[in-house]
């Protein structure tokens, strides 16, 4: 039993009494202060995972996208997380009549603005992710 002890680190001293166990051996210790490298180092990932985050959250409050429809009729532009920041309407569609068919074109520029948006902020999430890009893991919020 006392040579296993002495694989992991732990140094024993006889006395009278017979053996008693104290602290770590040198190569214990080596191996523990090895580990808390390790453990910095993995902090210090983690440190700079997080700044790469929040630099792409403030990259993605700052994107903008266009969306079309009927043919560039209209354009909707939207920033950040879906903030409408423009909307142009060909002079055609303002006549009496045509309301139903603007507001549906509306919608629609909106939609493809959205999923432009949408894309762009999943490429900059990605990037920011890096290797852990599309991993689930628990108790962390899925990025993209």
Same mark, same amino acid.
């Given at each position: $039993?006392?040579?296993?002890?002495?694989?992991?680190?732990? @140094?024993s001293i006889?006395? @009278?009494?017979?053996?008693?166990?104290?602290?770590?051996?040198?190569?214990?210790?080596?191996?523990?202060?090895? +580990? $808390?490298?390790?453990?910095?180092?993995?902090?210090?990932?983690?440190?700079?995972?997080?700044?790469?985050?929040? #630099?792409?959250?403030?990259?993605?409050?700052?994107?903008?996208?266009?969306?079309?429809?009927? +043919?560039?009729?209209?354009?909707?532009?939207?920033?950040?997380?879906?903030?409408?920041?423009?909307?142009?309407?060909?002079?055609?569609?303002?006549?009496?009549?045509? +309301?139903?068919?603007?507001?549906?074109?509306?919608?629609?520029?909106?939609?493809?603005?959205?999923?432009?948006? #949408?894309?762009?902020?999943?490429?900059?999430?990605?990037?920011?992710? +890096?290797? $852990?890009?599309g991993m689930?893991?628990?108790?962390?919020?899925?990025?993209?």
């Amino acid at each position: $039993m006392l040579n296993r002890l002495h694989r992991f680190g732990i @140094k024993s001293i006889r006395n @009278k009494f017979g053996y008693y166990f104290s602290g770590l051996s040198e190569a214990g210790g080596s191996a523990y202060l090895e +580990g $808390m490298k390790d453990l910095n180092a993995l902090m210090q990932q983690a440190q700079a995972m997080q700044q790469k985050l929040q #630099d792409a959250q403030a990259k993605m409050a700052e994107t903008t996208a266009s969306g079309t429809s009927g +043919g560039g009729l209209v354009t909707v532009a939207l920033k950040g997380a879906g903030e409408i920041t423009g909307v142009t309407i060909d002079d055609s569609l303002l006549v009496s009549g045509e +309301g139903e068919i603007l507001a549906d074109l509306i919608v629609a520029a909106h939609a493809d603005a959205k999923r432009k948006l #949408d894309e762009a902020n999943s490429a900059l999430m990605r990037e920011a992710a +890096g290797p $852990m890009a599309g991993m689930n893991i628990p108790g962390m919020p899925k990025l993209f």
